[in-house]
């Protein structure tokens, strides 16, 4: 068999596209609603994804005047998806910064029991000062602060999830013993952040942990990636940008002592599908023709971290930006935004227009051909190993890919056909099952 | 129609008698396992339960040797079974000493508009050293401190939870407008224990807010409740004990101004259920037979804050056992405790004996009909609005009672027979849904 794709989808709102909610055939309640999930999630599962994935912030964002705002918190909706599916993976986004390892390790490994096995947790440290001043700060942690307090998170939570050995539990009724108490390793961790006494009161999960997942692509995002991460999201502009990345990564990951080929590397693609080429554009265009250009200043504005005001619509980017050094933010989005447009010397405008399906993702306007033919190229040029499928328009653009693409896909050999016997989340991302830190057992011999 | 009972499913392991788990019927890995809750939540439904509950405590209790340790997280949990159910509450227990209110609010109100207004919230404020030092304490906080901590939590969370006005949402597609940015309302607190500053990233759910519910006994505890708690889960020996506590807390609801109606007062019931009262005796004493003591006096001894060593198994309890001021962890249970040992003069292996069914809650053993009998006496004669009911063995006995005990309650008009047109937890425990703090429309005329 060869080589086999990786496909993650991303459900936002009505769609990944700011101005998705507009169409006529968009609820504009339903990135608030469960329904809406439920038949996504059961979408991707026809097409016998990996995963579904939600992103979060712990703050409203911007305002409520120009596109849906507010969100169920993925970890919930993530578990209530749960018992609505029965093969696909489950992957939220939970902050290191703003919550504490104890809670966080205990939510995910119920989840990944209640899942049995198909839990993910996409590790990121939260850009912002709104984030902050809902958590007793005045301003955002600086950005080296933030990863080294999410590293020192991570060994805590690897701590939790192996203090129990997966044999700790005995269950012998006539002797009356419950469990082996020689089984569990309490933490007793004191850190420079963090200091956690006790052991996790949740036995180990079918996965032992989460599959981690990262989505930071700054020099400290990747440094933690090569460390931590199994798959990492990754917005990607051009095949070259995503080579490079790629390759880095995977050395990276070699140069910290583990198997590169245990870290999967997922670019995100925005697919908008048309019958024919013009079609496809012509869709891209209805979506376009929906912005509301004055909100995509006020959010560029933001990220370029301008004061209001400095932008002309109609105008380029400032030429004398700061460089990606000086952003506490977050800083490879600000990299690949400034990047673009200078690339490609857009306005403002077209520059609102571009970012406005992706936020920086590769959109891709053609024909379900077209469209399988660059997930292969990424994937076989050494760019992906699998794919951040985010459709512009929810459901109808999940609906379509699934219908459209996964055929071609699968017909090529690229993809499963089905899902097969009950598999947990790492299993179906080719990786192993993490050992216990902890275990005192001999490793079976093979 | 009659007043109506309101019934509770407190689930716990394999039943709250410590013992339970040795039972040929129990299963000793049921209570990390999903099926077994769905099982107990569909049995609570066929019985027209308002709700079910879970406990919590974020440490891993005592030794794994004695009996079954660890849990799904119950927000986690209940969340799975939001979507394996269709009617019954769902109320988690979480800790105000270790939570940070935008992140609890947030989980909370999805939970909320996910179940379709199920969500309920047993504020604790969580006693005891080792939950301490998993958050970073050294020591747990004083008692007075938790409760003054849990009321800014409170605060907070309910402006949070009123951050977005229940017509927030506008939907305009053709005018390119989602929301109504006067309608948000961030809290911008800053206090003892907390400053959140902006609104909550999710709407105002169905009932407005989870339903509160309030479970500690002590001065503090009462004082608490009156101002917030809509339902009290309380441990009550004796008919007059729990008359009183009735009338105390009603009266104190009053004088903080609100309709004592408002809040619902559950005592917990251990119900041992026999054919004949013979029989239900000697279900209880094969639960009791399988009680291993020393663990018992080690749980014992930390209840009443005792070195380890001090107490006999068949001697009494010490004289001289610290007033309940001197207690700073679970102050109202350790006077119930030490009341019920020096009522009944048991010695420690009787005490034991007595707290294996249901650490202080009302063991009742008996027929079908002298269970409902009990029920409907404290229930008329202003002890309880209705029952925290807590099977010893689970499944079985909350099948039992429920194939028993709920077709008698409803033969007396006591007990709903259906659930009838879908409703909220606060609709069923019949209590009105809040107003929004920060609404600007004038109440309808009714
Ligand atoms: C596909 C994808 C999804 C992301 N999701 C989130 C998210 O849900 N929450 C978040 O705070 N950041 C998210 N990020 C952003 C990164 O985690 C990170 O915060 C940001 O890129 C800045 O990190 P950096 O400074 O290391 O580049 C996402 C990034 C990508 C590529
Ligand atoms: C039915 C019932 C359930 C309770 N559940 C919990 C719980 O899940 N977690 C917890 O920390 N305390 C729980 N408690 C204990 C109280 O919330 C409180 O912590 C304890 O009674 C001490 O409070 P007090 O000092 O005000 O009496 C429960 C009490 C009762 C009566």
Do not use: C
């Not at 108490?181 to 933490?187: F, G, L, N, T």
Request: negative net charge.
């Amino acid at each position: 068999m060869p080589r086999q794709l990786h496909l993650n989808a991303f459900l936002m709102n009505t769609g990944h596209h700011e101005a998705s909610w507009r169409l006529p055939e968009s609820d504009p309640y339903a990135h608030v609603e469960l329904d809406h999930y439920v038949r996504l999630a059961q979408v991707a599962e026809r097409g016998t994804f990996d995963s579904l994935f939600l992103a979060d912030g712990p703050q409203l964002w911007g305002t409520l005047a120009q596109r849906p705002a507010g969100a169920l918190e993925p970890l919930t909706l993530l578990t209530a998806l749960a018992t609505a599916t029965e093969h696909i993976g489950l992957i939220a986004t939970a902050s290191t910064s703003y919550n504490s390892p104890y809670n966080l390790a205990r939510k995910f490994a119920s989840l990944d029991i209640i899942s049995g096995g198909r839990a993910g947790w996409n590790i990121v440290t939260t850009a912002g000062a709104e984030a902050a001043r809902n958590f007793g700060l005045d301003a955002e942690p600086a950005h080296a602060e933030r990863y080294a307090r999410a590293a020192e998170f991570l060994d805590v939570a690897l701590k939790l999830w192996d203090s129990w050995e997966d044999d700790a539990i005995v269950g012998d009724k006539a002797a009356g013993v419950w469990g082996d108490d020689a089984k569990i390793h309490p933490p007793r961790h004191k850190g420079a952040y963090f200091s956690v006494e006790g052991a996790l009161n949740v036995p180990r999960s079918p996965q032992g942990y989460p599959l981690l997942v990262q989505a930071g692509s700054s020099e400290d995002g990747r440094a933690f990636a090569a460390r931590y991460a199994e798959a990492v999201f990754t917005a990607q502009q051009t095949l070259p940008d995503a080579q490079a990345f790629y390759a880095d990564l995977k050395s990276r990951t070699a140069a910290a002592g583990r198997d590169p080929g245990h870290i999967k590397v997922l670019p995100g693609i925005v697919p908008v599908i048309g019958s024919t080429e013009a079609e496809a554009r012509a869709n891209e265009q209805a979506l376009e023709d929906h912005i509301v250009y004055t909100h995509g200043v006020d959010r560029l504005e933001r990220l370029l971290q301008l004061p209001e005001g400095s932008l002309e619509l109609d105008g380029e980017l400032p030429t004398d930006l700061p460089p990606e050094d000086a952003i506490e933010g977050a800083k490879s989005r600000y990299t690949l935004v400034v990047e673009l447009a200078r690339r490609e010397r857009l306005t403002v405008r077209q520059l609102i227009g571009r970012l406005g399906g992706g936020r920086g993702h590769l959109t891709f306007a053609g024909t379900p051909e077209q469209v399988a033919d660059a997930i292969e190229e990424w994937f076989t040029q050494g760019a992906a190993d699998g794919f951040n499928i985010m459709p512009a328009v929810l459901p109808s653009g999940l609906e379509t890919f699934v219908e459209q693409v996964v055929p071609i896909l699968r017909a090529r050999g690229l993809l499963r056909t089905e899902y097969g016997s009950r598999q947990t989340l790492r299993e179906r991302y080719g990786l192993p099952r993490p050992a216990n830190q902890y275990s005192t057992q001999e490793p079976a011999l093979v």
